[in-house]
């Protein structure tokens, strides 16, 4: 019989000591690369705007009194329901988690931004966010981003930088492809899906850089929808059925053409993810919990039947960055009429582990990283082997994208 897994998707995460990392970035930015960095961020007409746009979780979420319902360690230790709330409204961009104010902290885009700002970047003139509903869904997170880069248009650049972190790289795949179009609309629909894509948002970039970004989808968001997740260590257990009324989440399953079902010996197995009647059979996640859930199921799948359209339509400048030295959940094992949903880490001893894993940052497979149709081999840069949620606030990973960003060229390499 296979072992019945424990009840949370537990991601890692660390704490710093704000003092500390705040002194420690100052001695960073003292360094050579850093200074000749900083120097070429400033020479006239090097920095083109840029916007940062973070993935699911990556904004803050306040009710309609001001209070934070999302995004403050207080309610992630001890909130309650957030997913389903219609009273929300977006409130910045989720920086830090503070546990003591002014000593200790886990850092999420703050160290970011501050970066940015050393290479002479400036919030709201060059520099912007694009904080969103999360809970919403690619699409609407696209119309968003589109509406935001109109504005920075309208002050009178011509084209933007886009960077995309983790679920965001469906955010910018689905803007590149459509604009603020919606990809599922029912007029001018082709098969049943949405209308042809027409590359409206590419013409307005020059240049995307993904960082640890899902462009296949991401394992991790079914991990989650079956056994809901824990944003802080030690903090709230968030359900699946909170989980699965997040539209992302759906949205963020791995490709419908990905056979994620194997038997013992490793074979695929014809079992379709997106298909409600295998969450059924399997006993995958509560979606009974879940108001609709067959609906944002099939939303999903057209989403990325949408976005298989936009293959063929040409590519800003591109460039991906992220690690793949982890073992990574890519597949359930299924034995008879159970399945087992893999652990976050393999467990010790398990001899299922090199099929149930395949590398990655522990939450993003490679062969999704890599996944940007077309991109050539040489435009993924492996950035420094920690976890996927570490990722976003290494400093390394910071300089690595403002270098592709001030840089004259990034034409694709063979």
């Known amino acids: 019989m296979l072992p019945n897994p424990p009840p949370v998707a537990q991601r890692d995460v660390e704490w710093d000591l704000m003092l500390l990392n705040r002194l420690w970035e100052g001695v960073r930015a003292l360094s050579s690369a850093d200074r000749r960095l900083a120097r070429r961020g400033r020479e006239p007409g090097a920095r083109r705007p840029v916007v940062l746009v973070p993935g699911m979780c990556g904004s803050r979420l306040t009710d309609g009194r001001g209070r934070f319902v999302w995004g403050t360690t207080s309610r992630l230790y001890v909130g309650g329901p957030f997913a389903a709330r219609s009273d929300l409204r977006v409130a910045g961009l989720l920086r830090e988690l503070r546990l003591v104010p002014g000593l200790l902290a ?10 940015f700002g ?13 904080a969103y509903d999360w809970r919403a869904g690619v699409v609407a997170a696209a119309a968003a981003l589109a509406n935001l880069v109109d504005r920075i248009r309208g ?6 930088d886009l960077v995309a972190i983790s679920t965001a790289g469906l955010v910018v795949r689905t803007y590149l492809g459509f604009g603020g179009a919606d990809p599922l609309a029912a007029d001018g629909a082709i098969d049943g899906i949405g209308p042809a894509p027409t590359g409206a948002g590419a013409r307005h970039v020059r240049r ?48 419908p053409d990905e056979r994620l079902f194997v038997g013992r010996d490793g074979e695929p197995l014809p079992i379709d993810h ?38 063929a339509l040409p590519l800003p ?33 398990d001899s299922y582990a090199a099929i149930m894993y395949q590398p990655g940052d522990g939450e ?20 420094p082997p920690r976890k996927h949620a570490a990722l976003v606030s290494d400093p390394v990973v910071h300089r690595m994208v403002i270098e592709a960003l001030l840089a004259t060229d990034l034409a694709p390499r063979s």
């Open 208 to 255: 995307a850089i993904y960082v640890c970004a899902a462009q296949q989808g991401s394992f991790d968001s079914l991990a989650c929808l079956h056994r809901g997740f824990r944003f802080a260590p030690g903090g709230k257990t968030f359900s699946a059925a909170e989980t699965g009324a997040c539209q992302t989440a759906w949205d963020a399953l791995p490709h």
């Open 155 to 160: 002050l009178g650049h011509d084209s933007v």
């Open 317 to 349: 400048d591109s460039l991906v960055i992220g690690t793949t030295h982890l073992p990574t959940p890519a597949r359930i094992l299924v034995d008879g009429a159970r399945a087992r949903v893999p652990l976050p880490v393999p467990a010790k001893g």
């Open 274 to 311: 997106f298909d409600p009647l295998t969450w059924a059979r399997f006993s995958l996640g509560d979606c009974g919990a879940v108001p609709g859930w067959t609906g944002r199921l099939d939303r999903a799948r057209r989403l990325w039947r949408a976005l298989d359209r936009t293959a």
């Open 118 to 130: 050393r290479a002479g970047f400036v919030e709201d003139e060059d520099l912007f966010v694009l």
């Open 106 to 115: 886990y850092d999420i885009f703050g160290g970011f931004v501050r970066a």
């Open 364 to 383: 993003l497979t490679e062969l999704s990283l890599r996944g940007v149709p077309g991109l050539p081999s040489g435009r993924i840069l492996a950035a």
